[in-house]
């Protein structure tokens, strides 16, 4: 997966955790799953991804929240974020702050869609 695109998926319900890695997985990418909000800054820089899938509802540290500290940090502020969330349609984030919305529960042809857009490249 040398030249595979890296997705960071941040969900606090390990299952749809899971399943979303299972989805990036499944479209050649490499995934990197965290399931707190207080980790998923650290790990957005560490692993450099090239988009990141986000969920809004999380305990601690809530979507929102993780949003607003990617977007202040120079090594994530570009980085593209889909949220991933029951609440996904309800929310009022534009798209400033994110490149694409997914309403709970995902189904697979509408979440590698989606992802693949975003990873194409511009041309």
């Not at 798209?95 to 992802?115: D, M």
């Amino acid at each position: 997966m040398e030249n595979a695109k890296r997705i960071l998926v941040i969900d606090d319900d390990i299952g749809m955790a899971d399943l979303l890695a299972d989805f990036c997985e499944e479209m050649g990418c490499e995934v990197r799953c965290v399931t707190d909000g207080r980790e998923a800054l650290r790990a957005a820089i560490d692993f450099r991804p090239h988009l990141i899938t986000l969920d809004l509802e999380m305990p601690f540290l809530d979507g929102f929240e993780v949003l607003r500290l990617l977007r202040a940090h120079p090594a994530t502020n570009r980085t593209p974020v889909v949220v991933v969330s029951v609440i996904a349609e309800d929310s009022d984030l534009t798209s400033e702050t994110v490149c694409g919305k997914l309403a709970k529960p995902v189904r697979y042809a509408a979440f590698a869609e989606k992802i693949q857009a975003m990873l194409k490249p511009a041309v």
